[in-house]
């Protein structure tokens, strides 16, 4: 089962770099499920200017669209690692989003969030956009509030994840209740394609 671990913001000096490498690690080391980190460093797109992809699954506007579009439709389902700006979710997040539709539909998602309330008004808005991407967002999510995003960039190691390690019991329980859902989803998704 594929788990890709997507990192919510792009700019210079962030923190979703620093989450994501814990998360990846954690990952790595108590489950066998497969890993992607999917960085939207990587992925550059214009701000969405295309037909509704919701409208025509899969056909893409874009080479870069349809890179990040085949990316994700590999996928059993998401971490999304987010930070929160002006109360909202980063927005080449949601950019990443409106250029797909079906590659994330009938998969779970969850997330890590950080901030001055570690980032639940940001979780709490990508849940309803899930809800429009006939996902399922989930109940588990892990919110790091500032004493540890200071303990995290007191660190010059940029590898270094230990100031994340008291939240691991959080980051296990959102990790076991997406390998339910993933599991669950997946198995229905085969069943209606037969
Ligand atoms: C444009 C901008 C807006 C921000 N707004 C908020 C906010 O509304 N709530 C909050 O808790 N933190 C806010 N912050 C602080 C972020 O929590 C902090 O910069 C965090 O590290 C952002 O994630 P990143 O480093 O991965 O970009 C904001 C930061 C930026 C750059």
Redesign the pocket.
């Not at 000096?13 to 770099?17: D, F, I, K, Q, T």
């Not at 950080?114 to 309330?117: A, E, H, L, R």
């Given at each position: 089962m594929l788990i890709q671990v997507i990192t919510?913001?792009?700019?210079e000096?962030?923190?979703?770099?620093r989450?994501a490498g814990w998360v990846v690690r954690y990952l790595t080391e108590h489950t066998d499920l497969e890993i992607e980190q999917v960085d939207l460093r990587d992925h550059p797109l214009p701000f969405f200017d295309a037909p509704p992809p919701a409208k025509a699954p899969r056909d893409y506007f874009t080479a870069e669209a349809a890179r990040l579009g085949s990316t994700l439709d590999r996928a059993d389902g998401y971490i999304v690692v987010?930070?929160?700006?002006?109360?909202?979710y980063?927005a080449v997040l949601k950019n990443a989003m409106d250029w797909t539709f079906v590659e994330w539909t009938r998969k779970p998602i969850a997330y890590v969030g950080?901030?001055?309330?570690g980032?639940a008004?940001?979780i709490e808005q990508l849940r309803q956009v899930a809800v429009e991407f006939e996902m399922a967002p989930l109940r588990h999510a892990v919110h790091i509030l500032p004493d540890t995003?200071i303990a995290a960039r007191q660190s010059t190691e940029p590898g270094d994840t230990s100031a994340f390690v008291p939240l691991e019991p959080k980051l296990k329980l959102l990790v076991d209740d997406l390998q339910w859902w993933a599991a669950a989803l997946r198995t229905a998704r085969r069943q209606n394609d037969n």
């Open positions: 919510g913001t792009t700019r000096g962030r923190l979703s770099e989450v987010t930070g929160e700006y002006n109360h909202g980063p950080w901030g001055n309330v980032g008004r940001a995003m």
